[in-house]
């Protein structure tokens, strides 16, 4: 269906129209772009293409991705069977960023994503927002791998239905783990990932660890595991913004729980073991200089040398002053995202289809 998606939670704000979306046709058309690149993908050049699109013969129907400030038109749609698993879409072309939030996450999570959606409207992308198992105060009951195997379905959705020509995963805060994570399993959609971006790529053991029960719950939880509880709950004390269970807390807090990607107190061993595999797929690495859920004591600018350097060489901006959301720096952020999206690439990138 199209329609609006607004910030405001009055049901007034959201327009609903009873034409069918443009990405219906695209999902009856025959054969897949995806099992061309099973065969193996000969007929693709050498090298990546980021600015050159192909768009769908409904995408002119628009008059834009954004109505006024905070509200959003495009399509909303089903891509599991869960009833979470829900996908709003602005813009309807073959290549798509998604945007993959971080806990307490969902729909709108970030002030940028309003104008990113209008610049790469501009550049015929389109932009997925999608809710997942661990979206909202879901976090603390699902896992880095409930959220790998959402997001691929997701992008087996695009690659089956919609004729997708590639995406490109965006994430912010946690979702940046979430997207480390997809990229170690090498599911067979994540040969359609062209690029990622980590947006505040931050350690919440580090920021954790600064807050006065974490030392405690740790333990706690690390007894629950042994002791066979780990899917329990904990108590309210350990998370008053979300029920969260043992093996979650312990993931996100423990020294190299699953979530421990980019902590200041890896080895540069540690980090090429979490992150090496990155080095496979073309990576900008946006970095706040003023995070507040970095702890004073880390060194940043260090910090992200390290961790484009553990993913290969991966690209790196420092925004100078940008808090975790870089709401205080919406434009640098859209300039970052859009330029990495459509370069054609450092010479060097391999081609993902072959």
Request: one cysteine or more; a negative charge; proline letters at 3%.
């Amino acid at each position: 269906m199209n329609l609006s998606l607004s910030s405001s939670t009055t049901t007034s704000s959201s327009s609903l129209t009873s034409s069918s979306s443009s990405s219906s046709s695209s999902s009856s058309s025959t054969g897949s772009w995806f099992s061309g690149i099973v065969r193996g993908r000969s007929d693709r050049p050498g090298s990546v293409k980021m600015g050159t699109n192909s768009t769908s013969s409904g995408a002119g129907d628009f008059a834009g991705p954004v109505v006024r400030k905070n509200q959003y038109r495009g399509v909303l749609f089903k891509y599991g069977s869960k009833p979470i698993q829900v996908a709003f879409k602005t813009g309807d072309y073959k290549q798509q960023v998604i945007f993959i939030g971080g806990l307490t996450d969902g729909f709108l999570a970030t002030e940028y994503l309003e104008p990113l959606a209008i610049a790469l409207d501009k550049e015929k992308w389109s932009l997925v927002q999608f809710l997942m198992s661990s979206s909202y105060t879901g976090f603390g009951t699902s896992s880095l791998q409930q959220d790998a195997m959402e997001l691929d379905q997701l992008i087996s959705h695009f690659i089956n239905k919609e004729d997708s020509e590639g995406v490109v995963l965006l994430g912010h805060s946690t979702g940046c783990q979430d997207i480390v994570h997809y990229m170690r399993t090498n599911a067979a959609c994540s040969r359609a990932v062209r690029a990622a971006i980590l947006q505040a790529p931050v350690s919440d053991r580090e920021y954790r660890a600064t807050l006065p029960e974490t030392a405690g719950m740790i333990d706690l939880a690390s007894s629950m595991i042994s002791e066979g509880r780990g899917s329990e709950l904990m108590l309210r004390e350990a998370d008053p913004t979300a029920p969260i269970t043992a093996n979650r807390y312990h993931s996100l807090c423990a020294y190299m729980g699953d979530d421990d990607m980019f902590s200041s107190d890896l080895s540069d061993d540690q980090l090429r073991m979490r992150l090496g595999h990155m080095s496979n797929t073309p990576c900008q690495v946006i970095f706040s200089m003023s995070d507040e859920y970095v702890p004073d004591y880390v060194d940043k600018k260090a910090l992200v040398e390290r961790l484009c350097r553990a993913m290969g060489g991966a690209e790196k901006v420092e925004i100078e002053y940008g808090n975790h959301s870089l709401s205080n720096r919406v434009d640098e952020a859209v300039k970052a995202i859009i330029d990495f999206v459509k370069r054609e690439g450092p010479s060097g990138w391999d081609d993902p289809w072959n």
